[in-house]
């Protein structure tokens, strides 16, 4: 029997690199994407042992890629060993997506579509170096709408440099009439590296202040919870039975191959990554040389770590049985003293045999996810 998993191809290409983005993505270098789609396919050929419950295409910007690039990926795709109820996701973004790109998705079996738009105001956009504005994002929904997909998310993002809470209202609101079955709301983050870093050191971002994006954050949560958008984890919202099948193995700790430059993998408890390079990943690719980097045989320490950290990004939080039964320890064996500071706290909540944050914690979830590190 194929061992069952999930599988992320990553596509490192972009338009223009947005200010806020420390993602392995680059932009001007379109010449190599014939050279590096070759590769991939070549990649994801190798892939026959395996059958895949999810597939998830991200970036960068996938679908930047031309339509022939797409019909040669399509065809290393179509050879996968798929489960009937697969989750097939692609990432878009408003400006790099045509019809017959959407046509060409749908062909290959893409089942969930994922689309940038982070915010409703054409100024925001402008201002963290998105290359669409509003008309660009209304016209790819509306001819995504038309061809049947039925499971889109939209992402959304707050803390953004000048943004006001009557816009969040607004952003949510015409959101929200738009139906999507899944928005994900993420809080502006400075990256080391890029040009938001620059003008944070220099004074030149006027960003919310954290009482601000805190205010935000809980708008977020009760406007879309009052509309029937489950909050299953610290950023995503979806309808019933909509949740992101895919990232859901992130935080379950469950596994995944990763196909593509930077692309990473946690098969079998080990973690690696592939080289970050694109023109190290063609070359190594096509002269039949290993591409993973970091090899990292995962100990029982770093799985129960991974499995508390990632698991309390969820809503629902950690089951203790779930514990038991994956690492054969009782849970406050390890975790005793944390869980019951954090209970005591109340920033921790214990409740059928489950161990989640509370809406106080998940602002504080850093502080509290890091304290789950074991340090022996």
């Known amino acids: 029997m194929k061992k069952e998993l999930s599988l992320y191809i990553h596509i490192p290409f972009c338009k223009q690199k947005c200010l806020y983005c420390d993602f392995p993505s680059y932009c001007g270098e379109e010449a190599l994407m014939d050279s590096y789609v070759d590769a991939l396919c070549k990649e994801i050929d190798n892939l026959g042992n395996y059958k895949f419950n999810t597939i998830f295409i991200g970036?960068?910007?996938p679908s930047y890629l031309e339509i022939r690039h797409w019909e040669k990926l399509k065809c290393s795709i179509d050879k996968l060993n798929k489960n009937e109820s697969l989750e097939f996701s692609v990432e878009i973004n408003p400006g790099t997506v045509s019809k017959e790109k959407l046509c060409i998705f749908k062909g290959m079996g893409v089942n969930r579509l994922s689309i940038g738009l982070q915010a409703w105001q054409d100024?925001?956009?402008?201002?963290i170096g998105r290359i669409h504005k509003l008309n660009d994002f209304l016209e790819t929904y509306k001819e995504a709408r038309a061809l049947r997909f039925n499971n889109i998310n939209i992402d959304l993002m707050f803390g953004l440099p000048n943004q006001t809470l009557e816009q969040i209202n607004e952003t949510l609101r015409e959101t929200i009439k738009l139906n999507p079955e899944h928005i994900s709301c993420y809080s502006l983050i400075i990256e080391e590296g890029t040009p938001f870093y620059t003008k944070y050191e220099?004074?030149?971002l006027i960003l919310p202040s954290e009482e601000?994006?805190?205010?935000?954050?809980?708008?977020?949560?009760?406007?879309?919870?009052e509309k029937g958008y489950e909050q299953y984890e610290i950023s995503n919202f979806s309808k019933l039975e909509k949740e992101c099948r895919h990232n859901l193995v992130y935080w379950n700790l469950d596994e995944y191959i990763g196909c593509g430059a930077f692309a990473h993998s946690y098969v079998n408890h080990q973690r690696y990554k592939n080289v970050?390079?694109?023109?190290d990943y063609i070359k190594k690719i096509n002269s039949n040389e290993e591409v993973k980097l970091e090899i990292h045989h995962n100990t029982l320490?770093?799985?129960m770590e991974e499995f508390m950290f990632m698991g309390l990004r969820k809503i629902n939080g950690?089951?203790?049985d779930e514990f038991q039964k994956r690492f054969n320890k009782n849970i406050y064996d390890i975790y005793g003293k944390i869980i019951d500071k954090y209970l005591k706290d109340k920033l921790l909540i214990l409740k059928d045999n489950k161990l989640y944050l509370s809406p106080r914690g998940i602002e504080v979830s850093n502080m509290i996810m890091s304290d789950f590190m074991l340090t022996v």
């Open 276 to 279: 970050e390079s694109i023109r």
């Open 59 to 61: 970036g960068g910007t």
């Open 301 to 303: 320490k770093d799985d």
């Open 202 to 204: 220099n004074d030149e």
């Open 123 to 127: 100024e925001l956009l402008e201002g």
């Open 318 to 320: 950690v089951n203790i």
């Open 212 to 225: 601000m994006e805190r205010e935000m954050y809980s708008k977020i949560k009760k406007k879309l919870e």
